[in-house]
């Protein structure tokens, strides 16, 4: 009985914490559908900082870590902790955060993530999925976050054709200001 109670209790945290984000992006509601999370940062770390080894193929990235964290989290403990540093000359204005694996998202239609945005600037985010073999690079909208905590709809039918083979999730930080500091992603999940 008491672990049907917390398992009531958490599902209540959970659905107030969302009821008190903010949505944005692509949707100013979350699509109705069948929600599959594809990562809830409760079983471990998978993703990983883009930086000094990507200025093989273009200028150095804002990103320094990717790691779990238990400061903030939309759901569950944990959330994956991404931190950057302002750019400087030579540097791009952008971080990467990815995982790879091989996701079969055929039929979805949105992807969704919960963002926390601690610091008291701006910044952008986008998502981009490389996909079929060719490692398409299908870059999705680009949305503003202001601090606070936002859930964020990203709409995936322009790609559509792509998703039957997902080998890479990019979340794209866009410096706006140059800003040292970080962000908390959480839930990422897909609705078909």
């Not at 200028?59 to 750019?87: D, F, H, V, Y």
């Not at 490692?135 to 905590?149: A, F």
């Not at 083979?165 to 992603?185: A, S």
Request: glycine letters at 6%; a negative charge.
């Amino acid at each position: 009985m008491k672990k049907h109670i917390v398992y009531a209790l958490c599902l209540a945290i959970w659905a107030t914490a969302a009821q008190a984000a903010d949505i944005i992006g692509d949707s100013d509601s979350i699509p109705a559908g069948a929600s599959t999370v594809i990562d809830d940062f409760e079983r471990g770390n998978y993703w990983i900082w883009a930086a000094f080894d990507w200025e093989l193929y273009g200028p150095a990235k804002l990103s320094t870590s990717a790691r779990i964290s238990n400061r903030w989290a939309a759901g569950g403990k944990q959330s994956l902790e991404c931190k950057m540093m302002p750019s400087y000359p030579d540097s791009a204005t952008d971080g990467m955060y990815y995982m790879d694996y091989h996701w079969d998202f055929s039929g979805a239609r949105y992807m969704v993530i919960d963002i926390n945005n601690p610091e008291e600037q701006d910044f952008s985010i986008s998502l981009a999925l490389q996909t079929t073999d060719d490692w398409k690079w299908d870059e999705l909208t680009t949305v503003r976050i202001t601090p606070g905590t936002h859930t964020v709809v990203f709409d995936l039918s322009e790609y559509a054709a792509d998703l039957f083979l997902v080998r890479r999730i990019n979340i794209c930080y866009r410096e706006i200001e140059p800003l040292e500091g970080h962000f908390f992603v959480d839930n990422l999940r897909i609705i078909r």
